[in-house]
């Protein structure tokens, strides 16, 4: 590579890709999911199923895929979970029983879970450190974009279902011997990876030796909160919409409106990160999040609507990838995708809780405010946790410099 800035630049490029794959993967069964109904004749419960199956693949994916990025290299786990989640997508589109089909979920989800973290710990090591969070937020936008191609090719192939995972199969598979050959490892990686002798640190200890049990912890509870949110909004936002009285075109459009905000977000998250106060922007994202979810239960016309579902989505993202930057820089590099996979696979928790506490909470008849104001204390105690984590890294920095490439 000529230089530093073209490997970085070559990085967060590839990576973007993949993110953009990544997202597309990750909406195309609910992109599909009526063909999917009708072909194998799913009912709601099933049909739950379907989804939870690719899910629950997110969790172990994440901590493991991490786990190995320790061992043998970002690269080589991030190819082999393209790899995985290009094939078993492209399996979903000739699947024929149901069980089969909760596998092939399955392990596309594993593939996807192992992906992540490898993502954040190559983009957050292929640029110097006040560059971290603006490279994790490029990278990041991919996802939400990807989502928004798999509803176009959904609503132009709405009679082929198929169509969506054999595109969402074909294009990681076709990435796979660009990454192999272009993809640098991690510069930081292969330094420690040379200058490391005798026993690995076990996975305790890589999460909580050397005074870094709390950062950990306070890392985890910050992912599963928002991401508890997350995803309570991206499941229920419509229908939390149909019941204050809003029309299916018009909670149609505010969802929309939720994505492009959080394209938005996604790209301001580790951006103000890196250039401003990072206690400073850590209160404004999370309290912009708590009066944007005020917004939603109290707007009563559509325009106050589409603004604070624009406004949620944005704040939800940015919130998302502020947790996305801090995490890198909590580990030393010997740990460091151990680290981030356990913060995303406890956020993958999260992701689980939310839309099933959404629905116990509206199943009891509190409502769509009663669903907003039971989010208000989870995201209060996000925002209280990452704070401690920022504190600690400024305390340290003098005494842990950290290796920049």
């Known amino acids: 590579m000529d230089s530093p800035s073209r490997r970085s630049t070559l990085t967060i490029a590839l990576c973007f890709i993949v993110a953009l794959i990544e997202g597309f993967d990750l909406q195309a069964a609910g992109t599909a999911a009526a063909g999917l ?18 899910i629950i693949g997110l969790l172990p994916g994440a ?31 000739y699947v024929e029983t149901y069980s089969g089909l909760l596998l092939v979920r399955f392990m596309t989800g594993l593939g996807l879970g192992a992906a992540l973290p490898n993502l954040i710990a190559l983009c957050a090591e292929a640029v110097s450190e006040r560059k971290r969070g603006t490279a994790i937020s490029v990278m990041y936008c991919g996802v939400p974009l990807g989502g928004a191609l798999a509803a176009v090719v959904a609503m132009f192939s709405s009679e082929h279902w198929q169509t969506t995972f054999i595109i969402g199969g074909l294009t990681p598979l076709l990435v796979v011997p660009l990454m192999a050959l272009l993809l640098p490892e991690s510069t930081a990686f292969r330094q420690q990876h040379v200058t ?23 890392l985890w509870l ?3 909160f928002t991401l508890t949110v997350m995803y309570m909004l991206l499941n229920w936002l419509p229908s939390l919409l149909l019941a204050q ?16 905000g959080g394209a938005i977000g996604s790209l301001l998250g580790g951006m103000l990160l890196d250039r401003g106060n990072g206690l400073k922007v850590v209160l404004f994202v999370y309290a912009g999040l708590l009066a944007a979810l005020a917004g939603v239960g109290l707007s009563v ?13 944005l704040f939800v993202m940015a919130a998302q990838l502020v947790l996305y930057a801090l995490a890198p820089p909590s580990y030393p590099t010997s740990v460091r995708a151990t680290g981030v996979g356990a913060a995303v696979a406890i956020g993958r928790l999260g992701s689980v809780a939310g839309p099933l506490a959404a629905g116990q909470i509206l199943a009891a008849g509190a409502g769509t405010a009663g669903v907003l104001l039971a989010t208000s204390p989870g995201l209060v105690i996000a925002a209280l946790s990452i704070i401690t984590v920022i504190a600690r890294s400024g305390a340290s920095t003098e005494a842990q410099p950290e290796a920049a490439n």
């Open 301 to 313: 016309g559509i325009v106050q609507m589409a603004i604070a579902g624009f406004a949620v989505g």
């Open 222 to 224: 910050s992912y599963f």
């Open 63 to 93: 901590f493991f895929g991490g786990w190995g990025a320790d061992r043998i290299g970002r690269k080589k786990i991030l190819v082999g979970a393209v790899l995985l989640f290009g094939l078993f997508s492209l399996c979903t589109a």
């Open 245 to 260: 009285g809003f029309t299916k075109p018009q909670a149609g459009m505010v969802q929309m409106l939720f994505n492009i």
């Open 37 to 54: 109904r009708q072909s194998f004749a799913l009912d709601p419960k099933m049909m739950g199923w379907v989804f939870s199956a690719g």
């Open 196 to 218: 490391t002798e005798g026993p690995r640190s076990s996975t305790g200890r890589a999460l909580f030796g050397e005074g870094r049990a709390r950062n950990t912890l306070a």
